[in-house]
Nanobody, 115 residues
Framework: VQLVESGGGSVQPGGSLRLSCAAS????????LSWYRQAPGKERELVAA????????NYADSVKGRFTISKDNNENTVYLQMNSLKPEETAVYHC?????????WGQGTQVTVSS
C-alpha cells in the first residue's frame, strides 16, 4: 500500500502547480481523499477533501476559489490544482486516503512559493 505525491517545486507568487498523488495497493474509489500541508514550525492543515459519498469537495477558507481537488478512479490518482499561490503557502503537501479501517499517508511533496 502506497501513496506517492509528485508535482511540487518552486514557483513565483501568483503561479500555479498541479500536485498528483498516485495510489497503489488499494482503490481510491473506496476512500475519502484529502490534501494536507505542513509549513515549518506549524501544525498540519487540511487544504481540501473529497468524499466517497459524493457531494461537493471541501476546502480550507484560505484556498477557496484557487485550489481544486479532483480524482481519477481509473488512474487511481488524486490531484490538487493550485492557482494564485502565495508565499505563505510554502509547505510540504501530503495526500491522505482514509476509511473506517485504514488511514494512508504519502511522504509529501515540497511546494515553495517565492520571488
Amino acid at each position: 500500500v502506497q501513496l506517492v505525491e509528485s508535482g511540487g517545486g518552486s514557483v513565483q507568487p501568483g503561479g500555479s502547480l498541479r500536485l498528483s498523488c498516485a495510489a497503489s495497493g488499494f482503490r481510491i474509489s473506496r476512500y475519502d481523499l484529502s490534501w494536507y500541508r505542513q509549513a515549518p514550525g506549524k501544525e498540519r492543515e487540511l487544504v481540501a477533501a473529497i468524499s466517497t459519498a459524493g457531494g461537493s469537495p471541501n476546502y480550507a477558507d484560505s484556498v477557496k476559489g484557487r485550489f481544486t481537488i479532483s480524482k481519477d478512479n481509473n488512474e487511481n490518482t488524486v490531484y490538487l490544482q493550485m492557482n494564485s499561490l502565495k508565499p505563505e503557502e510554502t509547505a510540504v503537501y501530503h495526500c491522505n486516503a482514509r476509511n473506517y479501517i485504514d488511514d494512508y499517508w504519502g511522504q509529501g511533496t515540497q511546494v515553495t512559493v517565492s520571488s
